[in-house]
């Protein structure tokens, strides 16, 4: 008798990123540019996507697939502020969503009818940063409040992010944040990520994240951020 | 995926696996160690010796498997 040895050599996630390029392709025939929105929890995913449809909904086809490991109450909240169907992945217990999740949930929803999508990932900045979702951009926010040393712990997920979006500015006179360092620390990491510097409280840096996604709808999955 | 790359029927036959883990690869080693053994011990893995090796990069891999499947040695 014998021991036989198989070789695999396989990666984990190639089934993921099979279905993730399938979602990808799909995307861009209908000619929509994709955002995955990755962050820790309560950093102001859901904040800054109610801003984003009350500024641009009526301009823009806005659809949306939230992610959460209970309740769909993003989801809720989102659809306050659209007529147009939110689509709550909830994913019992999973701190990721992956990519047969968003095409299931894409399913549902009327790509010839929209020119953005967004996908608001579970709260998490470590998970999510390795599963492909089949969007063009991952967009990492991270808020004044959790500590500009964010990019240095968790540097996987701002390597993968094409884009930064610093939150609840108006909360600097009270917080011992400083911006430079935290900009410093994530493009030390990742020299190309565009920052965007934010507060959906008050409104400040709002007009240049709508001028940014107006940019993306217009190009379509052609976006380059 | 070892279901995929094994005869029908022949789970129980697995003696070992390997799987390789980049160093950033987002993957605590100790954790994963621990739930590869507890995968590996209970149906339809239980017996299977789980090996762990890290690798430079990114990939988390099944590396290889290693299966008795009672045939007589070449």
Redesign the interface.
């Known amino acids: 008798m014998a021991v036989r040895t198989i070789e695999v050599r396989e990666r984990v996630m190639a089934k993921n990123d099979e279905i993730a390029a399938t979602v990808r392709r799909q995307l861009h025939e209908a000619g929509i540019a994709a955002l995955n929105l990755v962050s820790s929890p309560g950093s102001g995913k859901t904040t800054l996507l109610e801003r984003t449809l009350d500024a641009l909904g009526d301009e823009l086809r806005i659809s949306i697939v939230t992610g959460d490991v209970q309740t769909q109450n993003d989801a809720d909240r989102l659809a306050q502020r659209t007529p147009r169907l939110v689509q709550a992945v909830v994913t019992n217990g999973a701190c990721h969503l992956d990519a047969r999740q968003v095409q299931t949930a894409l399913a549902a929803i009327d790509l010839g009818e929209t020119d953005l999508l967004f996908i608001e990932n579970v709260g998490n900045l470590v998970c999510p940063a390795n599963w492909d979702l089949g969007e063009d951009a991952k967009v990492v926010l991270f808020s004044v409040t959790e500590g500009e040393d964010k990019p240095l712990k968790y540097p996987r997920m701002f390597h993968e992010s094409r884009v930064a979006v610093l939150t609840k500015i108006d909360l600097l006179p009270y917080v011992p944040f400083d911006v430079d360092r935290a900009v410093m620390f994530a493009r030390r990491v990742n020299p190309d990520l565009r920052f965007f510097f934010t507060s959906a409280l008050t409104g400040a840096g709002m007009a240049e994240w709508f001028g940014f996604l107006r940019d993306q709808a217009r190009t379509g999955a052609h976006a380059t951020p | 995926?070892a279901e995929a790359?094994?005869q029908p029927g022949a789970v129980g036959q697995l003696?070992?696996v390997c799987?390789e883990v980049g160093d950033?690869?987002?993957v605590e080693v100790e954790n994963f160690r621990f739930c590869l053994e507890a995968l590996l011990d209970a149906p339809p893995f239980a017996g299977a010796v789980p090996t762990i090796v890290t690798r430079p990069g990114?990939?988390?891999?099944?590396?290889?498997?290693?299966?008795?499947?009672?045939?007589?040695?070449?």
């Open positions: 995926m790359h094994l003696r070992a799987v950033d690869a987002n990114p990939d988390l891999r099944l590396a290889y498997l290693e299966v008795d499947d009672g045939r007589s040695d070449d």
